[in-house]
Every structure is written in C-alpha cells, then in structure tokens.
C-alpha cells in the first residue's frame, strides 16, 4: 500500500530537515495522514487541501496544522492573447549566459515572498528565498521548460518560466521583475509573450497561480482573460 504523503528530498534538502508533502480531499485523507504523520520519521508535513472541503481544512487546524497560504489557481485560453503593439520592454528567451543575472532577479524579486515556506517563522526565510533562485535556475536545464527574460534599459528587468504540461496546455510557474523594475508593465509584458508563444505553439490554454494575497499577477492574468479555476490551502504540520 503507497504511503499517504511523499518525502520531498528538495524540501529536507533545503532546511536540513525530514519534509513530506500530501493532498488531502476529505476528512477520512487528513485522519490517515495525521495518524501516519505521528508515527513517520518527519519533521514536517505539508498539505495542500481544497478550499471547499472546509470540514477537513478545520480538521487540520484541530490536529494543529498552521495555515500558511492559499493558493489560487487560474486558468484561460490561449486564444485570449494578443502580441503588443509596442516592443517595449524586449521580452526574449534566457540563454544560459543570462543565469547569474536571472538568479540575482529570482533572489530579489522572492525575498520575503508570500509563500507558505515563508509564512512559517520556524523555517529559514534566506533558506526558502533560494528554493525559489534555484526552482528558477533548473528550468533552464530543462527540455520542456520555456525561461523568458525582459530586458530594460539595457538590463535584465524579469524573467517568467513555464512549462509544457501537454499538447494543450502550458503552466506558467514562476514569475519575478527585480523590485527596481516593478510596477513598470514588465510583467504583463512577459505574461503576454508567454501566452503568445504557447498559442503560436498550438496550446489552447494557459495554467497559472500564486497567493490568494498577491495582488499583481491576479491582476494581470484578469485582463489576459483567465479566471480563477480552484483553490487550496496550504497547511504546515510539525512533529514537534
Ligand atoms: C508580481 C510581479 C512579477 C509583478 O511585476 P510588475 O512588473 O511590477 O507588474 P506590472 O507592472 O505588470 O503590474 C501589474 C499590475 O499589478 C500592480 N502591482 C504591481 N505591484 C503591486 C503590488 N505590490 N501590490 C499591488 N499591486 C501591484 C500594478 O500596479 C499593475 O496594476 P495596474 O495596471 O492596475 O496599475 C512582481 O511584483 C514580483 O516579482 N513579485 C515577487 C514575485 C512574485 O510575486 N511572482 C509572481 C508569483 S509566482
């Protein structure tokens, strides 16, 4: 019989710590895993759980899970999206040349983030900012990955990754303009290319999320005509 959660090595990796991550449903899912959590060897158990199955999200409360984000999930046609009629600011594909710089905007850009690793105060924050630096980097390794970089003023201002979830679909996963860059249209930009790119290559949709309390990119994807597909909760649960 498979175990109820996954050991996730780049997790116990990260905080020096033993890290499993589950999906629970339903009420019956949470019993099995906290009853499985409690005799594991781990330290940490992550959970991500629907947002409507409100009795099993109150059930992981009760067991002492601290909530630390919710992710809201999004997802629109590619049909939606248009190329810009200006060429400002020059989105192209990273090249492995890029890779110092597209860290340093990863570092930046995800420091202090709204994630789960960094809501809870018993991880490191400098430890969960480079899960994000390094998540970034290992789309450029990968053959089904697409890394996009802006470029303004002379200078790498973003970069977005997505991959190829299949023939029909695309999931843009991470996302970061260098906070000296923000608020300038560089991301919409990047979200547009990417959308582009995906329709050019035959996707009929896009796949998209973050935090419920990051604002931006809801924003952006609202106006690329994606709409709010589900949600989760993310749960922490410690042994101890
Ligand atoms: C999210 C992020 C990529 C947005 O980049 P950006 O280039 O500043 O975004 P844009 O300039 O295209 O702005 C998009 C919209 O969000 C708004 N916005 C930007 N930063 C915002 C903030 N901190 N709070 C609220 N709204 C914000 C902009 O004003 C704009 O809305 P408007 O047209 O109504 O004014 C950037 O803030 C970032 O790197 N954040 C940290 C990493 C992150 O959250 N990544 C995305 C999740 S994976």
């Known amino acids: 019989m498979s175990e109820p959660a996954a050991y996730s090595a780049l997790d116990s990796q990260r905080f020096g710590i033993r890290v499993f991550r589950a999906r629970a449903d339903d009420v019956a899912a949470v019993s099995e895993l906290t009853q499985f959590a409690r005799s594991a060897d781990l330290d ?71 994630g789960h690793y960094h809501a809870d105060p018993r991880l490191d924050p400098a430890a969960a900012t480079e899960g994000y630096v390094e998540w970034a980097t290992s789309a450029l390794a990968d053959a089904s990955s697409v890394v996009l970089v802006s470029e303004t003023e002379g200078r790498l201002s973003g970069f977005l990754t997505a991959k190829k979830l299949d023939a029909k679909t695309w999931e843009i996963l991470l996302n970061g303009v260098a906070p000296e860059f923000q608020r300038r249209g560089i991301y919409a930009a990047l979200f547009r290319e ?47």
Not at 64 to 90: K, M, N, Q
Not at 92 to 114: K, M, N, P, Y
């Open 194 to 240: 990417i959308g582009c790119r995906a329709r050019a290559q035959g996707a009929s949709d896009v796949l998209v999320s973050t935090q419920l309390a990051n604002l931006a990119p809801q924003k952006v994807w609202s106006r690329a005509g994606l709409a709010l597909d589900h949600a989760l909760y993310t749960f922490h649960w410690w042994k101890a």
């Open 44 to 114: 940490l158990l992550i959970v991500r759980c629907p947002v409507e199955a409100v009795a099993a999200a109150q059930l992981l409360e009760r067991a002492g899970g601290i909530l630390t984000d919710t992710l809201v999930c999004y997802r629109g046609p590619t049909s939606s999206f248009e190329p810009s009629p200006t060429a400002s600011p020059c989105v192209r594909l990273c090249q492995e040349t890029d890779r110092a710089v597209l860290e340093a905007i990863a570092r930046a850009s995800f420091a202090g983030f709204f």
